[in-house]
């Protein structure tokens, strides 16, 4: 962080699709949630197949017809889910109850088993399987509204995953995209995974909105797919989190930093960087199923969006975050009790923060206004702070006036300078004596006692404050 000497400035006053590939990141999904924290119950993952049966799954796909493969694929899946623990399933499907004829029901879309640990569950979807036959249309647009049913009852400890199996779009005038990205706002589920089945490579673009998109262009390739995804779901994905300094050097760290879903805007994580013992930052373990919005509490903060993990791989995300110190001093004794004041980005009124006067703290590198809360304010414009130095500002020691009245009445202090009265502070109302601290210069008080009616009474003083004094105003 380098150890320069102080500089002083002294102040003079997606949607669903179609591959089983992500069916197995699903599962992935459910293994690589991040919950380092001890003492937390470990989170459980919801998992709702929803299956294609519509009249286009008699269609024929590599070695037989597209719902006989996709029957066998997902049933041979399942059973690689028994063992695992924290995982709950369920199964919906649509177009298997009506026909086309007379016409094509847009509402054939049921929820055939609901919600219950994979040891109960996995036989119960595998005999359902055996008996559904493609009939009807393909809603899924109204599929994707109904699984918002489906995950009912909310639960805080869950992630809630949508793996759906297809080989077609809509095909009742829904908008699938709409329905997948409003769900996901509002917290129902996660990004959905679609598995495409003989895909036809025109759906990838109506369906790319709907979520995270998979072709499974042959058994084969379906097979290897799963291999590595099946074991990359037995791992954690994990992050590293790089802080740069000006230099692209990753120095900078002891900063909170959370993490946002990017979609529905809930708080995921909440990490206070650390550099490990190995002078690297230090590894996290991330939800790789959500795409993230990253804050880094610096002050200001500074954001990153759109963070997507790669599953099975260590990640690395940078930021740029150079951070210089900031403090500002009084010479000689402080007079007042509690001396701040603001920090504003140069040229900016919001306020990045309120510090106190001999108190040094981290910023981002750059130029800021200073609003220093004496009285009269000082303001102290495009003070720069630099990589790893510590900019120091010193204000003059204040002083006082003792202000002496000889009945309540209304009065003020101003400062003159450059012949012109500024308005500095009111009188206290009710007191007939009041200390006020005031930094060098030159000032006028005036005032009114109370029971005269006319202003030719108005009674006007000059003082002067000099630093560590104390100035007498009588104002009789």
């Given at each position: 962080?380098g ?25 992935f999904a459910?293994?690589a ?9 470990p989170?459980t993952?919801r998992i709702l197949f ?6 286009s ?17 997902l ?6 889910l ?8 369920a ?9 086309l004829?007379?016409?094509?029901n847009?509402?054939?879309?049921k929820l ?10 996995v ?16 809603p ?18 869950c992630r809630?995953?949508?793996?759906l199996i297809?080989?077609?779009?809509e095909?009742?005038d ?5 329905v997948s990205?409003?769900l996901q706002?509002?917290?129902i ?5 679609i598995i ?6 025109n ?12 072709d499974?262009s ?5 097979k290897?797919?799963?291999n ?12 590293q ?8 050097r990753?120095?900078e ?7 946002y879903d990017?979609v ?17 930052p230090?590894?996290?373990v ?5 795409t993230?919005?990253m804050?880094?509490h ?7 969006s ?10 690395i995300?940078a930021?740029?975050a ?7 001093k ?6 007042y009790?509690q ?9 900016d ?5 309120v ?8 910023y981002?590198?750059?130029k ?7 009285l009269?304010r000082?303001?102290?414009p495009?003070?720069?702070i630099?990589q790893?130095?510590?900019?120091t ?8 006036v003792?202000?002496?009245k ?5 009065g003020?202090i101003?400062v003159e300078?450059k ?9 206290k ?7 006020i601290?005031?930094?060098p ?7 009114r006692?109370?029971a005269s ?5 108005t009674v ?12 007498t105003?009588?104002?009789?």
């Amino acid at each position: 962080m380098g150890s320069r000497k102080p500089q002083t400035l002294n102040f003079k006053l997606q949607t669903f699709g179609k591959t089983l590939l992500p069916l197995a990141f699903c599962l992935f999904a459910s293994f690589a949630t991040a919950q380092p924290r001890k003492n937390t119950a470990p989170q459980t993952t919801r998992i709702l197949f929803v299956f294609d049966a519509s009249f286009s799954m008699f269609g024929q796909w590599q070695n037989g017809m597209k719902m006989d493969m996709a029957k066998e694929l997902l049933s041979n899946f399942l059973d690689s889910l028994s063992t695992i623990n924290n995982l709950e399933i369920a199964f919906r499907a649509y177009g298997h109850q009506y026909g086309l004829q007379p016409q094509r029901n847009c509402q054939d879309s049921k929820l055939e088993v609901p919600f219950a640990t994979v040891k109960k569950n996995v036989p119960l979807i595998k005999q359902k399987l055996k008996g559904i036959v493609p009939r009807g249309t393909t809603p899924i647009a109204y599929s994707l509204e109904q699984c918002a049913n489906d995950f009912f009852p909310e639960c805080p400890n869950c992630r809630n995953v949508v793996i759906l199996i297809t080989d077609g779009i809509e095909e009742c005038d829904g908008d699938p995209c709409a329905v997948s990205l409003a769900l996901q706002k509002k917290g129902i589920f996660l990004k959905p995974f679609i598995i495409g089945i003989g895909f036809d490579k025109n759906y990838f673009s109506p369906l790319g909105c709907v979520g995270k998109l998979y072709d499974v262009s042959s058994e084969n390739n379906f097979k290897t797919i799963m291999n590595i995804v099946i074991s990359q779901a037995l791992n954690n994905t994990t992050v590293q989190v790089n802080l740069l300094d000006k230099a692209g050097r990753p120095s900078e760290t002891d900063v909170n930093m959370t993490f946002y879903d990017e979609v529905s805007g809930a708080i995921k994580n909440n990490y206070v960087h650390t550099i490990n013992d190995r002078g690297y930052p230090d590894t996290l373990v991330l939800d790789p199923l959500l795409t993230y919005k990253m804050v880094v509490h610096t002050l200001p903060p500074v954001e990153k969006s759109n963070i997507n993990i790669t599953p099975g791989k260590h990640n690395i995300i940078a930021v740029d975050a150079p951070q210089g110190n900031l403090v500002v001093k009084v010479s000689g004794t402080n007079n007042y009790k509690q001396l701040q004041y603001i920090v504003r980005k140069a040229g900016d009124m919001k306020t990045v923060h309120v510090q106190e006067v001999n108190l040094t703290e981290k910023y981002i590198v750059g130029k800021y206004d200073l609003e220093i809360l004496t009285l009269p304010r000082i303001l102290l414009p495009n003070v720069s702070i630099n990589q790893s130095a510590t900019r120091t500002v010193e204000i003059p020691q204040a002083g006082m006036v003792s202000v002496i009245k000889p009945g309540d009445g209304p009065g003020s202090i101003y400062v003159e300078e450059k012949n012109k009265l500024t308005w500095v502070c009111n009188l206290k109302t009710g007191q007939l004596q009041e200390n006020i601290v005031l930094q060098p210069g030159y000032y006028r008080v005036e005032y009114r006692p109370q029971a005269s009616r006319e202003s030719i009474y108005t009674v006007e003083r000059k003082f002067k404050i000099e630093s560590g004094s104390t100035a007498t105003v009588k104002l009789f």
